[in-house]
């Protein structure tokens, strides 16, 4: 069973900073397309960034242009979402998910910015 496990959610105040990571040790991040999507209380999960497999484009949610940076480490088969400037409508569980041939998921990494 793939799994694919986040890190580096918190609790940070309205302008700080995170950023989080998302590891496996069971496929090659660099082969799929990989997205952070995120979910706030009561609503659906949303996109906020995808990095393409191989030659690596990324596009962004408007809502985080400017602000979220998302990349990949090849050696280390990390993938990363960088995030400044933080808001309260940042508050979300993030998710981290790689698509090819299959769809995996991982458990999600809570992220609260306080107002």
């Known amino acids: 069973q793939v799994q694919l496990v986040e890190s580096g959610g918190g609790l940070v105040p309205a302008g700080g900073s995170l950023r989080l990571s998302c590891t496996s040790y069971d496929i090659t991040f660099k082969d799929y397309g990989m997205s952070w999507y995120r979910q706030s209380a009561g609503q659906g999960r949303d996109l906020v960034a995808f990095?393409?497999?191989?030659?690596?484009?990324?596009t962004y949610a408007d809502s985080v242009k400017g602000r979220f940076t998302i990349f990949r480490d090849d050696a280390k088969n990390v993938l990363y979402l960088e995030m400044r400037n933080l808001t309260p409508e940042d508050t979300a569980m993030y998710y981290c998910q790689a698509s090819w041939d299959e769809v995996y998921w991982g458990r999600g990494t809570q992220v609260t910015v306080s107002s």
């Open positions: 990095i393409a497999r191989l030659d690596g484009d990324t």
